[in-house]
Every structure is written in structure tokens, then in C-alpha cells.
């Protein structure tokens, strides 16, 4: 297994200028936004049956298509809250430089439905200390924990207020937030 370590960071002004770091972020947008267009196309499409068929015939189709809408209504808000924390990822990334990082699991400490990790800057020769406990997260919220991340991984933002955790190479995009 690779650690943190292994992978040199980018000397980018900011995170968001590292080709792979970009190319992470480019994958995820398109892919929540695919996401969002094909919910919003089957949204309209069961619209437009629902209210295309008026016949005693049809009334069936007319039916099934008006009651499918209510929860297709729901799962248009999946993506679009993946878009807007890919938007509080993107600043984190333009305004903060990539910088190695060693993170723990904290099982102890509760998060509501986040990861607890604390994190500490630097290579691992530092004195610097860990950071408060922090909760990790994806645009799910909910998220497996990785013990990849344990193994070295990159920070962008303030170790004491959160920012954006990455594995090397800026892949597994989570942001970080103070409780």
C-alpha cells in the first residue's frame, strides 16, 4: 500500500490547480450533474404522461405517472446537494494549497452522522499537534471511513476550522468541518 508519503505533492499555488486534484473534481461535478439531468428528464416525462392521457382507457398509465411523480420530485435533491457541496469543495481548493497530512479515526468522539478523524499537518517529524476533533464527510454525508486516509493523505483549508481531505493525488474528495 502506498502511503501519503510516496505521492509528491503539487507545487501548485492552490490545490485546485493540480492537474489530477481538478481531474477528481471534473469526474464527480459531471457525474452529479448527469445525475441531475436524467432524474429532471424522467421528471418530465412522467409529467407529461400524467397529463397527456385523459381517456377512461388510459387512466391507468395517467395514474401509475402521477403517483411515480412525488417520489421522482424527491430524488432530484440528491444531486443538486452534491453540486453544491462540490461548490464549497471548489473554494476550499482555489484558496488553499495542497499540504501532507496524518489523520485518525476518532471512534470515541460522536459527529451526528459524519466520520470524527483529527488530523495533524506536516510529514510526521513535526512537533505540531492534532488538530480538534473534526467531522469528515461527503456530499452524502454519510460515509464509510477509508483507512486509506490513515496512511497519509493531503489537506486543503485550516486544520483547526476544516477544508477539503484528500487521498494522494487528490482522489476521494471529503470536506472536513468543525462540530
Request: aromatic share 8%.
Amino acid at each position: 500500500m502506498k502511503s501519503g508519503l510516496s505521492v509528491p505533492l503539487p507545487l501548485a499555488k492552490c490545490a485546485f490547480d493540480d492537474p489530477a486534484t481538478r481531474q477528481a473534481y471534473e469526474k464527480a461535478r459531471r457525474r452529479a450533474r448527469v445525475s441531475l439531468l436524467i432524474r429532471v428528464a424522467v421528471f418530465l416525462a412522467l409529467l407529461i404522461v400524467a397529463t397527456a392521457f385523459k381517456g377512461e382507457e388510459t387512466q391507468l398509465v395517467s395514474g401509475t405517472a402521477s403517483f411515480l411523480l412525488i417520489p421522482t420530485a424527491f430524488l432530484l435533491a440528491g444531486p443538486a446537494k452534491t453540486l453544491h457541496w462540490l461548490r464549497a469543495v471548489e473554494s476550499v481548493l482555489k484558496s488553499s494549497p495542497w499540504r501532507y497530512c496524518s489523520v485518525v479515526r476518532r471512534q470515541d468522539a460522536k459527529v451526528g452522522a459524519s466520520t470524527a478523524v483529527q488530523l495533524r499537518l506536516g510529514d510526521g517529524n513535526s512537533d505540531e499537534g492534532w488538530s480538534p476533533v473534526l467531522a469528515a464527510r461527503t456530499s452524502r454525508r454519510r460515509t464509510r471511513w477509508s483507512g486509506q486516509f490513515e496512511h497519509g493523505a493531503w489537506f486543503a483549508g485550516n486544520s483547526d476550522r476544516g477544508g477539503v481531505l484528500a487521498l494522494p493525488g487528490g482522489q476521494r474528495l471529503m470536506t472536513l468541518h468543525r462540530q
